[in-house]
C-alpha cells in the first residue's frame, strides 16, 4: 500500500490481513495535514504581513538620516554665514582660513579641475570597454572581464592616492621637468582611473538592455558590427550612459583620499594642472585633523564647504535624473 493512508484505514486492512506499509500506517490522517497546512499559510501570512513595515522603517531611517545630516550642515553653516559674508565667501578669490580669508573659488576650481581631469580619461575608456563587453566580447569573455575591471572599485581610495604620489606624479615629472611632485594632474588621472568601473559598468548594463531586433534589423540591412555598437545601439541607450558618466562626475567631486594625498593642500586659483592645488574635499580632512577650536570660523567654514560639496552633487543627481526621464527608451 502507499503511504498516503489515514489510521482508520489502516486498522481495518491489517485486520482483513492486507499488508500496510509502516510509512502509511505512521502518517497523518487527511484532516491533520489540512490543519498542518493552515499553520504554515497563518506562519507565511504573518511574515507577509510584517515585511512592507520593515521596509518602511528602512526607509524611513534613510529619510531621517538625510535629513539629519542636512540639518547639521545647514545649522553650522547658517552660523558661519553670520560672520562672514555669502558673497565674499562664493566670489572670494583667496582662501586662506587661518588668517581670516575666506574665499571659496579657489577650492571650487581645484575641484573642477581634478573633476574635468578625471572625466577626460574615464569617459573614453569607460565607453570603450561597454561597447566591447556589450558588442564584441563572448559570454565567457564577458564573465571573465566585468568583475575584475570592478575590482578597480573595491580598490581603497588611499591606496589610489599614494600610487598617484608614488608612481604617477614621478612618471608625469620624466615628461614635464616643472612638474611639482603634488599636483593637479596626476591626481586628476588616478580618479579616472578610479571611475573607470562605474562609467563601464552601468553604460555596459544600458547597452546590453537594447533589444537584439534592433541590433539584428541593422545587421539585415548591411551595417558592419561597429556601425551597429555607433549608430544603433549607442543612441539606444544614451540616457542611461549619459546618467553613469553624471554619476561619475558626482564621485570625482566627492573623492577625498586621492586628492589629500596627490594633489596638495595649495587652494591656488589656477586651471595649470602642473601646479598643486587643494579642492573642496581636501580641505575638510585639513580643517578636521588641524589645531580647530571648536566653533571658531575654522570650524564653521568646514561646515560651509560641506554644504557647497552637498549642492554640487545635488545638482548633478538631479540633472543624471532629469537626463534619464528625457532621454529614456522604452522597448
Same mark, same amino acid.
Given at each position: 500500500?502507499? !503511504?498516503g493512508?489515514?489510521?482508520?484505514? !489502516? ?20 484532516q491533520?495535514?489540512?490543519?498542518k ?7 507565511g ?9 520593515f521596509l518602511?522603517? !528602512? ?24 560672520? /562672514?559674508?555669502?558673497?565674499d565667501?562664493?566670489?572670494? &578669490? ?19 579641475l581634478i573633476?574635468?581631469?578625471?572625466? !577626460?580619461?574615464?569617459?573614453?575608456i569607460?565607453? =570603450? =570597454? ?6 564584441y ?6 564573465k ?31 615628461v ?22 562605474m562609467?563601464?559598468?552601468? &553604460? ?20 558592419t558590427?561597429?556601425?551597429v ?12 550612459i ?13 573623492e577625498?583620499?586621492? /586628492?589629500?594625498?596627490?594633489?596638495? =593642500? ?46 554640487f ?19
Amino acid at each position: 500500500m502507499t !503511504c498516503g493512508l489515514s489510521h482508520n484505514l !489502516c486498522v481495518v486492512f491489517k485486520k482483513r490481513g492486507i499488508h500496510v506499509n509502516k510509512k502509511a500506517e505512521q502518517s497523518y490522517s487527511v484532516q491533520d495535514m489540512i490543519k498542518k497546512n493552515k499553520q504554515k499559510k497563518n506562519i507565511g501570512n504573518y511574515f507577509e504581513k510584517g515585511i512592507p513595515y520593515f521596509l518602511l522603517l !528602512c526607509a524611513i531611517i534613510s529619510v531621517i538620516t538625510t535629513i539629519g545630516i542636512l540639518f547639521t550642515l545647514l545649522r553650522e553653516s547658517i552660523t558661519f554665514f553670520s560672520n /562672514v559674508s555669502l558673497v565674499d565667501f562664493y566670489l572670494g &578669490s583667496e582662501w586662506s582660513p587661518w588668517t581670516d580669508r575666506f574665499g571659496v573659488a579657489p577650492l571650487i576650481i581645484g575641484t573642477l579641475l581634478i573633476t574635468a581631469i578625471a572625466i !577626460c580619461v574615464a569617459l573614453p575608456i569607460g565607453l =570603450a =570597454a561597454s561597447i566591447y563587453l556589450s558588442e564584441y566580447a563572448s559570454d565567457r569573455t564577458r564573465k571573465i572581464i566585468k568583475p575584475i575591471l570592478e575590482i578597480l572599485a573595491g580598490i581603497p581610495t588611499v591606496v589610489y592616492g599614494f600610487f598617484a604620489l608614488t608612481f604617477v606624479s614621478p612618471l608625469l615629472g620624466s615628461v614635464f621637468t616643472d612638474m611639482k611632485i603634488f599636483n593637479a594632474l596626476s591626481a586628476g588621472i588616478v580618479v579616472g582611473i578610479m571611475i573607470i568601473p562605474m562609467i563601464a559598468s552601468l &553604460s555596459e548594463d544600458a547597452m546590453s538592455a537594447v533589444p537584439k531586433s534592433l541590433r539584428e534589423g541593422a545587421l539585415g540591412l548591411g551595417a558592419t558590427r561597429f556601425e551597429v555598437a555607433m549608430k544603433v545601439v549607442l543612441p539606444a541607450a544614451l540616457s542611461g550612459i549619459i546618467a553613469s558618466v553624471v554619476l561619475a562626475i558626482s564621485r570625482a567631486i566627492g573623492e577625498t583620499m586621492i /586628492v589629500t594625498i596627490a594633489a596638495g =593642500a595649495t587652494p591656488n586659483m589656477t586651471f595649470d594642472p602642473r601646479q598643486s592645488i587643494q579642492t573642496l574635499t581636501a580641505f575638510i580632512v585639513q580643517g578636521a585633523t588641524g589645531d580647530t577650536s571648536y566653533q571658531s570660523n575654522i570650524y564653521l567654514s568646514i561646515y560651509a564647504v560641506g554644504f557647497t560639496l552637498f549642492i554640487f552633487t545635488l545638482l548633478m543627481n538631479i540633472l543624471s535624473q532629469y537626463i534619464s526621464r528625457r532621454f529614456k527608451e522604452d522597448y
